[in-house]
């Protein structure tokens, strides 16, 4: 009897979480695990496809692409060196060349998915590296980085670092038509054991007033987070400016507002005041990284969503989600399954979680712990719409123009045109198709109805026998999501 109770949990979970309309469905491609190392231009370009192909089918809707992990670059750029991580050499361009950022952005919205521009703001180098070319910064200003724990780290007490940030961000936001700029939880290094942070001198000369130097790195992070996201609304106000914070902001042994764990600290220990940028409204939204199982001893999965779910509604949250842990741990009150179900299911509960970010696509793409099938099934069967970002624009574009099906050489087309537009706001960036059986009621809200989001202005239609006629309905969505009222056409396939 409690086999088929939890049964019946599990399919009105899944039922729940398919019906969502607007869901930010990401994952993470990144660099620094060396994945592309030694790969031609035709081998990574053929890895990408096949991951983005498989993402879509599992229903991302959105990719986090990381193309700046030290100092470095896997895009053209006039200000830092092409990336080891894309060529194996630091400094050396593609060959043939290629542009992966330009590429990917093309790509995912050629598929209809959203392209974040992942950059590590701070770290100048990583561990591995041993070999920093003469443009690097590192190399040209290495009074404005600090060694620690066999990183370099770009100095987060001085202002000429921070305005050089901005200056590599204004250009990628500038050059590139991504929908948004992504940062992750490097912010200080990460506490190594009897290592300090070398800064005491930026301190005496840049304390603004502070008495406390952790108060006065917060600060240097709470202004780095502040002028970025301006500086990315300055260039281009539809892109949205993301943060992925470690997944502990405090313990509540430091502070009443912390969560029941006892792990690492973003305020303490980082200093990371990711509240304070989500309720200051300094970020688009936020993706803490809850990479720990259901019913770990210091850093429990349930507990921590709960509590972000309470603390960090003011800006859109999305959970990041670790694959790996997941499908490697039991469900406490089903040992037989993994923890996808109980995860899944406390994500629905959770009034302010607008989505999940997958770390990392390659182990969807592999589909491990057969979690890649899992979504594609259930969870993310049906495509879904990003969530809505009213303090960026809350205005829809206008509706679609001319919907009509045409015969072609190619078969059967619905065509439309897309609706003219006087300003950004009004622009539209992606179409969603929809279609009703004879008879059926045209409710865009149900998202079973969804055929399609997509960049063109056509979708093949598939024709029988001209004797069943359908309803379809198009509509437009701009840069930021909004939707338009709807364009219907019935048709006979």
């Not at 500038?174 to 506490?191: A, Q, S």
């Not at 770990?296 to 969503?305: K, N, P, R, S, W």
């Not at 009213?390 to 574009?397: H, V």
Request: hydrophobic share 35%; proline share 5%.
């Amino acid at each position: 009897m409690k086999k088929i109770f939890l049964l019946i949990l599990l399919l009105v979970s899944i039922l729940q979480v398919s019906a969502r309309k607007r869901e930010f469905r990401g994952a993470w491609i990144q660099c620094v695990n060396g994945q592309f190392q030694g790969m031609s231009t035709e081998a990574m370009q053929s890895n990408l496809l096949h991951q983005l192909d498989e993402l879509q089918k599992d229903g991302v809707n959105a990719i986090i692409f990381q193309v700046r992990a030290e100092c470095d670059a896997l895009y053209a750029s006039k200000y830092e060196p092409w990336s080891r991580f894309l060529t194996g050499v630091q400094g050396q361009a593609p060959s043939p060349y290629w542009d992966p950022l330009q590429w990917m952005v093309e790509q995912c919205h050629k598929r209809g998915m959203e392209l974040h521009a992942w950059i590590n703001p701070y770290r100048a180098k990583t561990k591995g590296t041993t070999n920093l070319v003469s443009n690097h910064i590192a190399i040209k200003h290495p009074e404005r980085v600090f060694s620690y724990d066999n990183l370099f780290i770009l100095n987060p007490g001085m202002p000429e670092n921070r305005q050089y940030i901005y200056r590599v961000v204004e250009d990628i936001v500038n050059r590139y038509d991504i929908d948004g700029l992504h940062i992750d939880d490097y912010f200080y290094p990460y506490p190594a054991p009897g290592q300090q942070i070398p800064d005491s001198k930026q301190f005496e000369q840049y304390n603004h007033g502070f008495s406390n130097i952790a108060d006065w790195r917060r600060d240097n992070v709470n202004i780095f987070i502040k002028e970025l996201g301006e500086t990315i609304h300055k260039a281009k106000p539809w892109v949205k400016f993301g943060v992925s914070p470690f997944g502990i902001y405090r313990n509540q042994k430091n502070s009443l507002n912390g969560s029941a764990t006892a792990g690492l600290q973003n305020y303490d220990d980082l200093y990371a005041d990711v509240l304070m940028w989500v309720n200051n409204g300094w970020v688009d939204y936020n993706v803490p990284q809850l990479y720990w199982q259901i019913g770990h001893t210091t850093a429990d999965y349930e507990t921590l969503i709960k509590w972000w779910n309470k603390h960090a509604s003011n800006r859109p949250l999305y959970i990041g989600e670790d694959i790996e842990r997941t499908c490697k741990f039991a469900d406490l009150n089903n040992p037989q399954s993994n923890q996808m179900a109980a995860k899944y299911r406390l994500h629905q509960q959770m009034e302010h979680v607008d989505g999940t970010v997958l770390w990392y696509s390659r182990l969807a793409v592999d589909n491990y712990g057969n979690y890649g099938t899992v979504l594609r099934k259930n969870y993310w069967k049906n495509p879904a719409l990003p969530p809505l970002m009213p303090f960026l624009d809350n205005k829809a574009p206008q509706k679609v123009k001319s919907l009509k099906p045409v015969w072609t050489s190619d078969g059967y087309i619905l065509f439309w045109k897309a609706p003219k537009a006087k300003k950004w706001g009004d622009a539209t960036e992606r179409y969603v198709v929809y279609k009703f059986n004879p008879g059926e009621k045209v409710d865009v809200e149900n998202t079973e109805k969804i055929l399609a989001i997509t960049s063109e202005t056509m979708y093949r239609l598939p024709y029988e026998n001209g004797k069943t006629k359908y309803t379809y309905v198009v509509t437009s969505l701009d840069r930021v999501g909004n939707e338009s009222k709807i364009t219907k056409k019935k048709i006979k396939l």
